[in-house]
């Protein structure tokens, strides 16, 4: 019913707004000091050859990835005019296996009122019988956030070209009855349809310190009524940005968005505004209280679950009609200074698009590169099972090290008697990496690789595992060290860690890592812990980059196996 009436509206809007429309166009913002800071031509130094990103300029957040008629679609934060953020547009790619990117126009960019100073993020939502809608905030003239909601031109159209504005944004405002601060209300999520025949969403708030998920209801998708209660708030923590919620199951078949029932898991993640966290919770949706009830444990600030370990910010999952899997979208971001990703004349990177499901354990979310990447690799290299003496690094040769595919597992059983033991007041993983890492000798560990590493080894970003004895069972760190990663003194090198739940008594300890250039995204414990790093080598560039492995405990270790690959370029946003 919902979707035969926006079909009706749509069509309406074509009529009665076909020239609205077009004189909206017209009025379409540019800011020409931002043109200026383009440099001639981008930098093609730290250039991926296999993530998403524009052939130059600014991106920022992925919006409403959805698939439709067979083929992905991503939508991306984007400033046309520069390098710098501003100017924000929903530029436009379309995939048929997520790797290989065609560009399109922008699909979305200031047109109306409710979004005449910014197109800001937000989500697709597949109505039913097929029909995509996004909903996102715009910028108003009085530089208030709002919401709106675009459809689809012409729905015959794979491409989905041309998006129509609902001549009735915007759909949600800030009022002072409603007490929602207008500078703190953004990115609404996909919608999810409940048994009562209502849609909801919810959207990023804060309140003083508390952050909010706000809910609103709508029988049309187009008149929203915002819920009494949020879905859930936390006081203390500033902005939520980019709220996203889904449910999950222990099983890598993914639930499309509106499942409920038996064995069904809900997740809630939030964008930190001020740590730049994406941090999740695992627990249930009460749909007959539309709210959601974190597992006992895991309430307060989100107990410190994250997507990923280093950076990855502004995230977005999707639920893939076409292969039954949610695929989860982030942000990477530069460590370069402003005045050097200027300069360069790009910014962002998106990470490999990741399946995301619930861990057996129920206790938190596993991530895992989709299956497609691996049509990339090239040529193997292969070892068998090889001892790791202490003291010892390995290089992995016949690969191309600057853009790679490695998969190593170690076998650590026999040699947890020298672990070292955990002080219980670490509880801070990325600090115990800082202050332990790849060049302070343990008992068990530092082990790993050394990747987009130069000869001489004045370069690297150490990604490794370190074991500590605790109580009654032995604790995992993982680390990527990128102090070294650089001989240029000025890219941010902050050393990221995490803990790993794998028990290396039982269990192998593996380590999966994507090499590009100038991004580091690694898997350890097949998707238990992620971490992703942006590094800037001065030597250890293109052909010059180097892969190792190493062990600087004073136990040995053993690689059970150990795969690398060459990756071959994905063609992403090319122009032709
Ligand atoms: C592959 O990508 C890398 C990194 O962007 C680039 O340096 C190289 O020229 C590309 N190779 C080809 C054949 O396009
Ligand atoms: C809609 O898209 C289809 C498929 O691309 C195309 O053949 C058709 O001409 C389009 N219709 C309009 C009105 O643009
Ligand atoms: C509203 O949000 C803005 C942006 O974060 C903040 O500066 C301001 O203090 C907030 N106002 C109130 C009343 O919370
Ligand atoms: C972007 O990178 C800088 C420098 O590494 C970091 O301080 C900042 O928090 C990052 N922003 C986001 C949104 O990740």
Not at 74 to 83: A, I, T
Not at 341 to 350: E, F, L, P
Request: with cysteine; charged share 20%.
């Amino acid at each position: 019913m919902a979707s035969f009436y926006l079909w009706l509206m749509c069509l309406c809007w074509m009529i009665v707004l076909g020239h609205g429309i077009l004189e909206a166009e017209a009025s379409h913002r540019v800011y020409r000091n931002l043109a200026s800071l383009q440099p001639a031509s981008p930098s093609q130094t730290y250039r991926t050859s296999y993530h998403f990103q524009p052939p130059k300029n600014w991106m920022n957040d992925p919006n409403g990835p959805t698939v439709y008629k067979g083929l992905y679609h991503l939508f991306y934060q984007y400033n046309p005019l520069g390098p710098d953020w501003g100017n924000i547009v929903w530029a436009h790619s379309t995939s048929k296996d997520l790797i290989n990117w065609n560009p399109h126009k922008a699909a979305i960019f200031p047109s109306q009122k409710g979004d005449v100073n910014g197109c800001w993020s937000g989500s697709t939502t597949m109505l039913r019988g097929e029909n995509p809608a996004i909903l996102y905030t715009g910028i108003d003239p009085k530089n208030q956030q709002v919401q709106n909601l675009a459809v689809p031109r012409n729905l015959s159209d794979p491409y989905l070209i041309e998006w129509v504005k609902s001549p009735y944004n915007p759909l949600m405002t800030p009022t002072p009855e409603n007490k929602i601060n207008s500078s703190s209300f953004r990115d609404p999520t996909t919608a999810w349809l409940g048994p009562d025949g209502r849609w909801r969403v919810i959207v990023g708030n804060k309140l003083n310190r508390r952050g909010k998920a706000l809910l609103y209801r709508s029988k049309d998708f187009v008149r929203w009524t915002k819920a009494q209660h949020p879905l859930y708030s936390i006081q203390g923590t500033g902005m939520w940005e980019c709220p996203d919620f889904y449910p999950v199951s222990s099983s890598p078949i993914g639930l499309d968005t509106s499942t409920i029932g038996e064995g069904v898991k809900h997740v809630l993640k939030v964008s930190l505004d001020d740590t730049k966290h994406d941090q999740y919770a695992i627990g249930t949706y009460v749909h007959s209280k539309d709210v959601f009830v974190p597992n006992a444990g895991a309430a307060e600030k989100f107990s410190g679950l994250r997507y990923d370990y280093g950076k990855f910010y502004a995230s977005k999952t999707f639920y893939d009609s076409l292969k039954k899997r949610r695929i989860l979208w982030g942000w990477i971001n530069e460590s370069l200074s402003r005045e050097d990703y200027i300069a360069q004349g790009w910014s962002g990177v998106q990470a490999i698009p990741r399946l995301i499901w619930l861990d057996k354990s129920g206790k938190q979310l596993v991530q895992w590169p989709i299956s497609e990447i691996e049509t990339l690799r090239q040529k193997k290299v292969g070892y068998p099972l090889t001892l790791l003496k202490s003291g010892s690094t390995l290089e992995v040769q016949g690969i191309k090290a600057a853009q790679a595919d490695v998969d190593v597992s170690f076998q650590v059983a026999s040699q947890l008697e020298q672990a070292d033991a955990l002080d219980p007041s670490w509880t801070d993983p990325q600090l115990l990496c800082s202050q332990k890492g790849a060049s302070v000798r343990g008992g068990t560990g530092p082990f790993g690789l050394k990747v987009l590493a130069s000869k001489d080894l004045q370069e690297y970003t150490a990604v490794f595992f370190r074991i500590f004895k605790a109580r009654n069972k032995y604790v995992v760190l993982m680390c990527s060290d990128q102090s070294r990663s650089s001989l240029n003194e000025k890219p941010d090198k902050t050393t990221y860690g995490a803990f790993l739940d794998v028990d290396p008594l039982h269990e192998e300890l593996s380590l999966r890592s994507l090499i590009d250039h100038s991004i580091v995204e690694s898997f350890g414990g097949k998707g238990k812990a992620c971490i992703t790093s942006r590094v800037y080598p001065t030597k250890a560039l293109g052909n010059e980059a180097r892969l190792y492995v190493f062990n600087y405990g004073k136990a040995n270790v053993a690689i059970s196996s150990m795969n690398a690959w060459t990756m071959k370029n994905a063609s992403i946003n090319r122009k032709n």
